[in-house]
């Protein structure tokens, strides 16, 4: 009889260690983070396959919407369809639907835009939503904080109505700092590049979303992603004795927007951040 208590004691304690699934496997810890496309497991596919997802963007969130299209290309085991639309009433699930909002240049417009979309049942039909703004919405002259505390207002009160939805907080996407005859003219002369002063502004900004919702709230690093080689090392430049980032210039052909390269490297990163918040 002791033996046989002790052994239940044992049950007791050990068992709670292995969580079981229906079928007789392991449960999968709810805590695992995935790094890249190849370490996600069919099954959380298959669930994030149930979601819908409403993506609010301008133009680089074109080149983002493209380089997704190509993941799914590549990787079969990845269901999702994609669809432009920024009605509720088309909002479906299995669904990555993006749309343009609001007038670049005009970041307010954006962030209004996309709460009336919510409100409008964008946020109840949605699993996940997320907003990008443009690198050209922030430029030399920008009032940061301003437009930082409309954001950050704007969003709280989307989370308190909209507590279901998971709200992504993204960083805005940088520039590469000018290049070419008149740049080096530029250096020789003392004078700052093209991009110095907006991608100091858009760095501030970027500080604000990490200062505020990094390990709080989900958040999208576009503009980390943009500025990191893929060696690790990152983009930067000085202004005043303080280091600033700007966009690799092997991910882009313009100087802002996201070549085929720039654009799959932010898709696949964005597609795993999807299954890390399910």
């Not at 190849?38 to 819908?52: C, F, R």
């Not at 009433?89 to 954006?110: A, C, E, M, W």
């Amino acid at each position: 009889m002791v033996k046989f208590m002790k052994y239940i004691l044992l049950l007791t304690l050990f068992l709670p260690l292995t969580p079981i699934a229906c079928d007789g496997g392991e449960v999968e810890n709810k805590n695992t983070h995935y790094h890249k496309i190849s370490d996600v497991p069919d099954h959380i596919w298959k669930k994030l396959s149930g979601k819908t997802i409403y993506f609010g963007h301008q133009s680089v969130g074109y080149n983002i919407i493209d380089g997704v299209e190509t993941i799914l290309t590549e990787h079969s085991q990845i269901k999702m369809d994609i669809k432009e639309a920024y009605d509720p009433d088309d909002f479906r699930q299995g669904t990555l639907v993006h749309s343009r909002i609001g007038y670049n240049t005009d970041p307010k417009s954006k962030i209004d835009m996309f709460a009336f979309v919510a409100k409008s049942g964008g946020a109840m039909k949605s699993d996940i939503m997320i907003l990008k703004l443009c690198y050209v919405d922030i430029n030399s002259k920008t009032d940061v904080m301003a437009l930082f505390e409309d954001y950050k207002e704007t969003f709280k009160q989307l989370k308190t109505n909209y507590p279901n939805t998971i709200f992504i907080h993204m960083t805005t996407p940088l520039t590469a700092l000018q290049d070419g005859p008149k740049a080096w003219i530029k250096k020789i002369m003392g004078r700052p590049l093209g991009g110095t002063f907006e991608n100091k502004n858009r760095h501030e900004y970027n500080e604000m979303i990490r200062k505020t919702y990094l390990g709080q709230e989900p958040v999208f690093d576009l503009a980390s992603i943009e500025s990191t080689f893929p060696d690790g090392s990152r983009a930067t430049f000085e202004l005043n004795g303080t280091t600033y980032y700007c966009l690799v210039s092997e991910y882009t052909n313009d100087g802002g927007h996201l070549n085929e390269t720039g654009r799959k490297l932010v898709a696949e990163k964005l597609m795993v951040l999807f299954v890390n918040i399910l």
